[in-house]
Structures are given as structure tokens and as C-alpha cells.
């Protein structure tokens, strides 16, 4: 009995461990932003955001966007 309880704390313990390193990575990401005019597309840059969590790189590709009157600058990530 004793065995079974220490062998699902270790497993426990593999899992929330797993969890967190999932959680915490960081990889590179890429900014695609599209200016558009009215209905049509007018030009498209990517941007290379480098290594970041995946909420870091959003917030950043999310700063990037903007209009002006007709003109819209959409980012979305990569």
C-alpha cells in the first residue's frame, strides 16, 4: 500500500511538472500584419518576434496594429 501512495505522488509530481514546463515555454514567433484599403489588401509585412511566451508575442503583435480612416494595419500571429 505504502508503495502504490509514493508511486502516484511521484506520478502526480511527473505530470504537474510536465504542465509547468508546457506552460513556461518560449518559442519564436512571427507577426503577420496586412495593410488593407476598404476591401482590398494592399501590402503585407512579417515581423520576427523572436523567442517569447505565446502571450508576450500576442500582446506584442497586437501593439502593432492601427488604422487611419480607411486604412487598416491587422496583425495576427504566426
Known sequence: ??????FAVVSLA???????????????????CTLTSGSSSVTSQTYDLGKKKRSEAK???????????????????E
Open 59 to 77: 500582446a506584442e503583435c497586437d501593439n502593432k496594429e492601427s488604422s487611419i480612416g480607411s486604412l487598416v494595419y491587422s496583425c495576427e500571429l
Open 1 to 6: 500500500m505504502k508503495l502504490r501512495k509514493q
Open 14 to 32: 511527473a505530470v504537474v511538472a510536465g504542465t509547468v514546463t508546457l506552460v513556461s515555454c518560449t518559442k519564436d514567433y512571427v507577426c503577420k
